[in-house]
Nanobody, 124 residues
């Protein structure tokens, strides 16, 4: 098992940047693919980005491609989401999640481990 805790959320103006972190506990962190998801008020949780256990492969939702970057540091048991050129529509609670196996899964049901989320608010 792995426990996840997100940090780094906050309030930022449109066009600004934020970096989210997700710290994982457990000695098997490096064996998990990691994902970032988000949920806006009144909407379903949606996939944002994911990364292979080794960090060598990434996958992004079309809505964030070119603006967001997912990365990981297995020595620090941490996965990051660098968010640039933020838009008001990026406002949501952002969650990190972990799964065994392939990294390119986007459905929430395929990730068994979740953090509590961190709020990102982008003002216009």
């Amino acid at each position: 098992q792995v426990q996840l805790e997100e940090s780094g959320g906050g309030l930022v103006q449109a066009g600004g940047s934020l970096r989210l972190s997700c710290a994982a506990s457990g000695r098997t962190f490096s064996s998990y693919a990691m994902g970032w998801f988000r949920q806006a008020p009144g909407k379903e949780r949606e996939f944002v980005a994911s990364i292979r256990w080794s960090g060598g492969n990434t996958y992004y939702a079309d809505s964030v491609k070119g603006r967001f970057t997912i990365s990981r540091d297995n020595a620090k048991n941490t996965v990051y989401l660098e968010m640039n050129s933020l838009k008001p529509e990026d406002t949501a609670v952002y969650y990190c999640a972990a799964r065994s196996g392939a990294y390119y899964y986007t459905a929430t049901a395929t990730y068994p481990y979740w953090g509590q989320g961190t709020q990102v608010t982008v003002s216009s």
